[in-house]
């Protein structure tokens, strides 16, 4: 079964976006991250900024680059779960580790906290409705 049907077939909450948003979605919120995120690894690496505040965005970048394999790939609703929970945390830490330094970064993650926020709550649903 290919990845749109599997995904498809899938009991959703009734509130749940149609899967045509997600691309648009992610599209700004990856140029959002690259901003963001780019700009916290070249200011460490201008030395601007401590560079024990990159391990956060590090982590949110793996967890977010993993979460597709896990759901769409594996089927795993589970670990997907677990995943969007650690992508979750990751981004909040982030955001306040850099807050101290440029708050234009953590202000500029707002859209993608509230995105994943709503992705954890959707994610976790999907989850019990079909497990």
Do not use: C
């Not at 994943?116 to 497990?131: E, W």
């Amino acid at each position: 079964m290919d990845t749109y049907q599997w995904y498809q077939q899938l009991l959703k909450p009734s509130w749940a976006p149609p899967a045509e948003v997600f691309a648009p979605a992610w599209t700004v919120l990856y140029i959002l991250i690259a901003v963001s995120f780019g700009a916290v690894f070249y200011l460490a690496w201008r030395k601007k900024i401590p560079k024990e505040i990159t391990p956060p965005f590090i982590l949110n970048l793996i967890f977010n680059l993993a979460f597709a394999p896990i759901q769409f790939g594996l089927h795993n609703l589970i670990w997907a779960s677990l995943d969007i929970i650690l992508i979750l945390i990751t981004l909040i830490w982030a955001m306040l580790m850099v807050y101290r330094y440029q708050k234009w970064i953590t202000w500029l993650n707002l859209p993608y906290l509230i995105w994943v926020s709503l992705a954890l709550v959707l994610q976790l649903t999907i989850a019990y409705l079909n497990i």
